[in-house]
């Protein structure tokens, strides 16, 4: 069975970086995408950033230019440097992996940024 492991997240202060990363404890083949989402207490589940199996990503506005997805294909491995980061950036982030047959979540890791 395949699960999501996030880690890097964590307390600091506006301005400052995170990098998280997410690792599959399995293989999952045939990858079609990995993902970072985020949510916020009160508030939806929103798409941060994604990236495609050959590489081409995508990006919230809200984070555009402040964020950078990048990926492992072979080690089913997702990362995302946050630098300048907000105090409205505050959420729960969880990664994603789509395959050919399934989507694949982790727990979620926090990060909060403080003002």
Do not use: H
């Not at 293989?27 to 079609?32: A, D, G, P, R």
């Not at 080690?75 to 990664?95: F, H, I, R």
């Amino acid at each position: 069975q395949v699960q999501l492991v996030e880690s890097g997240g964590g307390l600091v202060q506006a301005g400052g970086s995170l990098r998280l990363s997410c690792v599959a404890s399995g293989s999952i083949f045939s990858i079609n995408a990995m993902g970072w989402y985020r949510q916020a207490p009160g508030k939806q589940r929103e798409l941060v950033a994604g990236i495609t199996s050959d590489g081409r990503t995508n990006y919230a506005d809200s984070v555009k230019g402040r964020f950078t997805i990048s990926s492992d294909n072979a080690k089913n491995t997702v990362y995302l440097q946050m630098n300048s980061l907000k105090p409205e950036d505050t959420a729960v982030y969880y990664c994603t992996i789509s395959s050919r047959w399934d989507v694949y979540w982790g727990q979620g890791t926090q990060v909060t940024v403080s003002s």
